[in-house]
């Protein structure tokens, strides 16, 4: 079983930055992507980047050139960067990552971790 614990969210004016962490820990042999999905309120969830093994990165258009993934393969976590915050970007931000366990393959999901931009 793989844990994931998030932390980082919080409250930011517009501009502003804020850096989310995701730590995944249990029976992990090897990860081969970790992303960062986001869903606001009567919305449905949505890819904000991820980044695989092989150093593969994407960004959903919205937050092209504002946010940045990164992975500390060590340490099985990944960050995601955020600045140039804006309102639109407010949301809860889940973790997510696929791998191979001892027994299995994997795919799990972090808590979620409100971010709030105010104007």
């Known amino acids: 079983q793989v844990q994931l614990v998030e932390s980082g969210g919080g409250l930011v004016q517009a501009g502003g930055s804020l850096r989310l962490s995701c730590a995944a820990s249990?029976?992990?042999?090897?990860?081969?992507?970790m992303g960062w999905f986001r869903q606001a309120p009567g919305k449905q969830r949505e890819l904000v980047a991820i980044i695989t093994s092989g150093g593969n990165i994407n960004y959903a258009d919205s937050v092209k050139g504002r946010f940045t993934i990164s992975g500390d393969n060590a340490k099985n976590t990944v960050y995601l960067q955020m600045n140039s915050l804006k309102p639109e970007d407010t949301a809860v931000y889940y973790c997510?990552?696929?791998?191979?366990?001892?027994?299995?393959?994997?795919?799990?999901w972090g808590q979620g971790t409100q971010v709030t931009v105010s104007s």
């Open positions: 997510n990552v696929n791998g191979r366990g001892t027994s299995r393959a994997f795919g799990s």
């Open positions: 249990g029976s992990i042999v090897s990860i081969s992507a």
